[in-house]
């Protein structure tokens, strides 16, 4: 255990499902808290993915047992505003060939850039964060307009604004910013705008949003 936690790179143990069972002090310091508190949380939570069809490819390498490793592209926010990227490594491991593999997974911290400037962090709209909702789950821009009552252009519009606003380069990218900025719930399904968020319930006030 203390070998473990002496690891200088970031390391984690997770169940099959990516729930942290132990980590190290290395990969705390990226959250600003201790071992102990990241356990039983979500990795893929901690550090969003970029890609989901990268996860979904380790999702059927376990169910075929196979042992290769598997890297996902993920960004986050520090606690000190920095947004983070990097790649996970990701091993299943298991004391036998047929039992069900934990996940060892190490994160290499890729990149990173300062705060974004206040213009970044301004409270949304109600339709952009409902908006942002759907798309975590999984809708098409249609969905997002029959779901908000706008048309799809007015969602459209919504989400270049944000693309534009949080530097996002497509939407799988726009979904983990809003992870990674406390935005969206961690841990909830289907995914749930944060209620404490500041700003949540400000008014559409949007001439696109028709």
């Known amino acids: 255990m203390v070998l473990f936690d002496r690891i200088p790179m970031p390391v984690a143990v997770c169940d099959p499902y990516g729930i942290v069972r132990l980590a190290n002090a290395a990969?705390?310091?990226?959250?600003?808290?201790?071992?102990?508190?990241?356990?039983?949380?979500?990795?893929?939570d901690l550090f969003p993915p970029l890609d989901a069809a990268q996860v979904d490819r380790i999702g059927q390498a376990l169910?075929?047992?196979?042992?290769?490793?598997?890297?996902?592209?993920?960004?986050?926010?520090?606690?000190?505003?920095?947004?983070r990227r990097g790649e996970l490594s990701?091993?299943?491991?298991s004391d036998t060939p047929d039992g069900v593999p934990d996940l060892l997974v190490m994160l290499r911290v890729t990149g990173e850039s300062a705060p974004r400037p206040a213009a970044a962090r301004?409270?949304?709209?109600?339709?952009?964060?409902?908006?942002?909702a759907l798309l975590a789950a999984g809708?098409?821009?249609?969905?997002?307009?029959?779901e908000t009552g706008l048309t799809t252009d007015g969602v459209t519009y919504h989400l270049r604004q944000l693309s534009r606003r949080w530097g996002a380069a497509n939407r799988t990218e726009?979904?983990?910013?809003?992870?990674?900025?406390?935005i969206l719930e961690p841990g909830v399904w289907p995914p749930q705008v944060r209620s404490s968020m500041p700003g949540t319930g400000a008014p559409d006030g949007n001439p696109a949003a028709t």
């Open 27 to 44: 990969l705390a310091a990226q959250w600003g808290t201790t071992p102990g508190r990241l356990k039983g949380r979500d990795m893929l």
């Open 63 to 83: 169910k075929l047992r196979r042992r290769s490793r598997y890297t996902v592209s993920v960004t986050w926010q520090g606690t000190d505003g920095t947004h």
């Open 90 to 93: 990701v091993d299943p491991v």
């Open 122 to 132: 301004t409270p949304l709209h109600r339709n952009e964060e409902r908006i942002l």
């Open 139 to 146: 809708a098409t821009t249609a969905r997002a307009a029959r």
């Open 174 to 182: 726009l979904v983990a910013r809003a992870y990674a900025s406390g």
